[in-house]
T-cell receptor, first 113, second 116 residues
Framework: DGGITQSPKYLFRKEGQNVTLSCEQN?????MYWYRQDPGQGLRLIYY???????QKGDIAEGYSVSREKKESFPLTVTSAQKNPTAFYLC????????????FGDGTRLSIL | AQKITQTQPGMFVQEKEAVTLDCTYD???????LFWYKQPSSGEMIFLIY??????QNATEGRYSLNFQKARKSANLVISASQLGDSAMYFC?????????????FGKGTRLSVIA
């Protein structure tokens, strides 16, 4: 079955540590996205990539970094510069037609130890 | 830039009744698409229904329908015959059409609770 796989499901970060969240898709979608969701809040865009080897900052990119070396993969690194990283992180992908929905992974819940 | 406003933080509905979840939007793009997603407590985002700004008819998908009023910039989701499994967060989102694969812009969501 085609879909988006995020791992791990739960992740814990120590102070001063960088952690990387994995996102892999087998839908052959060009575009991929990372959103952050805080309790009771909507989704806020961190980064997105419309094509391999290219990505753009979203509304809350500070303290995060991404790479897009392969079409299938769009990992997100939460750096030590992100002072409040505790949140639910959702990865999505979409086709080139703008009337098509974004497809989402099941999310990664990040907490601070 | 686009903006989505969902003014109902929480809603309650009796099982088997219909419920309307409000969504208003703001955009300067001449053509755009509106999307609704459901997020159960497990966290995954489930796509429900889509409405294009130039679609002549309101979208329907099973028990979901969209009450689209372009002049009022509203795209309310109507769920008919509510079921206990409909209890979840519901998000309205939009993007400009003919913009390729730009990100969706989301509202803050409405938590729907279905009561037996």
């Amino acid at each position: 079955d085609g879909g988006i796989t995020q791992s791990p499901k739960y992740l814990f970060r120590k102070e001063g540590q960088n952690v990387t969240l994995s996102c892999e898709q087998n839908l052959n979608h060009d575009a991929m996205y990372w959103y952050r969701q805080d309790p009771g809040q909507g989704l806020r865009l961190i980064y997105y990539s419309q094509i391999v080897n290219d990505f753009q900052k979203g509304d809350i990119a500070e303290g995060y970094s991404v790479s897009r070396e392969k079409k299938e993969s769009f990992p997100l690194t939460v750096t030590s510069a992100q002072k409040n990283p505790t949140a639910f992180y959702l990865c999505a992908s979409s086709d080139t037609d703008s009337n098509q929905p974004q497809h989402f992974g099941d999310g990664t819940r990040l907490s601070i130890l | 830039a686009q903006k989505i406003t969902q003014t109902q933080p929480g809603m309650f509905v009796q099982e088997k009744e219909a419920v309307t979840l409000d969504c208003t939007y703001d955009t300067s793009d001449p053509s755009y698409g509106l999307f609704w997603y459901k997020q159960p407590s497990s966290g995954e985002m489930i796509f429900l229904i889509y409405q294009g700004s130039y679609d002549q008819q309101n979208a329907t998908e099973g028990r979901y329908s969209l009450n689209f009023q372009k002049a009022r910039k509203s795209a309310n989701l109507v769920i008919s015959a509510s079921q206990l499994g409909d209890s979840a967060m519901y998000f309205c989102a939009m993007r400009a059409l003919n913009s390729g694969n730009t990100p969706l812009v989301f509202g803050k969501g409405t938590r729907l609770s279905v009561i037996a």
